[in-house]
């Protein structure tokens, strides 16, 4: 007799004892389940899929029966992946999972997947089943939900929970050993602006300046919508902090461009306050932003359109 192995132990019939009306209701099953069913054996040649399992993956019951399972394969997940799989199925006799394999058409998608091993009476694997499900649109919409949730919806840049995150890793200095820097940027002049032209164009002159601060600065580095008109620019793995003003400098020119809007003509200046952080240091996150703020302070004390270091 063989019998699935899972924590229930049920036993799977011979098909000798099968009536041909629960042998056909067993077969209809099969084929008409909404998930994904491949049946192979102990090593690994598919033997039997059904209609779901060809309408994911685009193969057919005649393309693939005879041929390996590997025949899904993406090159996505690594070989250890695969071993701690197969190390997995073969000590508990079941598998459970997000994977990454192929379509027909070469496609690579995120797909759920279940395998149980199926025994004979001695212990011996026999057959594996796979229960596999297309989790494309739920990954689509786990992505949605990330962006809403660390993504500005003005701007597109981080938003203030993302840049707590990122700088949480770098204040624990397992992100980086060399020098970073904060710099707290707000927009000198922007206040006066929203309130004579109102919030649309306050709006289009944010996301001109957020544009033109993510096209210079470097792919590595965080640039957060803070709130209102303010920024934070998280700079990594800097040489020394020269290289760090230099790119403060610039932007300064940067910002304090004019901004066109049908005849209106806007522009802003911009006080930055600029911190910088060792991996000798240990502090708090928040505690980094506070200092940055006060820096930034003091760079509108000296006369706006300038930047003030802390440390």
């Not at 098909?15 to 041909?20: G, I, M, Q």
């Not at 990122?166 to 602006?193: Q, R, V």
């Not at 060792?278 to 003091?298: F, N």
Request: glycine content about 6%.
């Amino acid at each position: 007799m063989l019998k699935v192995m899972k924590s229930s132990q049920l036993s799977f019939p011979e098909v000798s004892s099968l009536s041909p009306e629960r042998l056909h209701l067993i077969i209809s099953a099969f084929h008409h389940a909404s998930e994904g069913i491949m049946v192979t054996s102990a090593d690994g040649v598919i033997l039997e899929v059904n209609r779901a399992f060809s309408k994911i993956t685009g193969f057919s019951a005649s393309e693939v029966v005879g041929q390996k399972s590997s025949v899904l394969k993406s090159d996505v997940l690594s070989a250890d992946f695969y071993q701690d799989f197969w190390d997995q199925l073969l000590r508990d006799g079941n598998w459970s999972g997000e994977v990454w394999n192929k379509r027909k058409t070469g496609e690579i998608y995120p797909q759920r997947l279940s395998v149980n091993s199926i025994q004979d009476d001695s212990g011996n694997v026999v057959y594996f089943v796979g229960c596999l499900s297309d989790i494309t649109q739920n990954k689509f919409v786990e992505q949605k939900l990330r962006q809403l949730a660390y993504c500005d919806s003005l701007t597109g840049l981080h938003n203030r929970v993302s840049l707590m995150d990122k700088l949480a890793l770098h204040a624990t200095c397992e992100y980086s050993k060399k020098l970073f820097a904060i710099a707290f940027i707000d927009l000198d002049g922007f206040k006066e602006i929203n309130d004579t032209y109102g919030h649309d164009i306050g709006d289009y002159l944010l996301q001109d300046v957020a544009h033109r601060m993510k096209s210079f600065v470097r792919d590595d580095d965080i640039l957060a919508r803070f709130g209102g008109d303010e920024f934070v620019l998280l700079m990594s793995n800097l040489d020394d902090r020269e290289s760090a003003e230099a790119i403060i400098k610039r932007l300064l020119v940067l910002i304090n461009q004019e901004v066109c809007y049908q005849d209106i003509t806007l522009m802003v200046s911009a006080s930055i306050g600029l911190v910088f952080y060792g991996a000798s240091k240990s502090i708090e996150p928040s505690t980094l932003l506070q200092q940055a703020d006060v820096a930034m302070y003091r760079a509108k004390e000296n006369g706006k359109n300038t930047y003030y270091v802390l440390n």
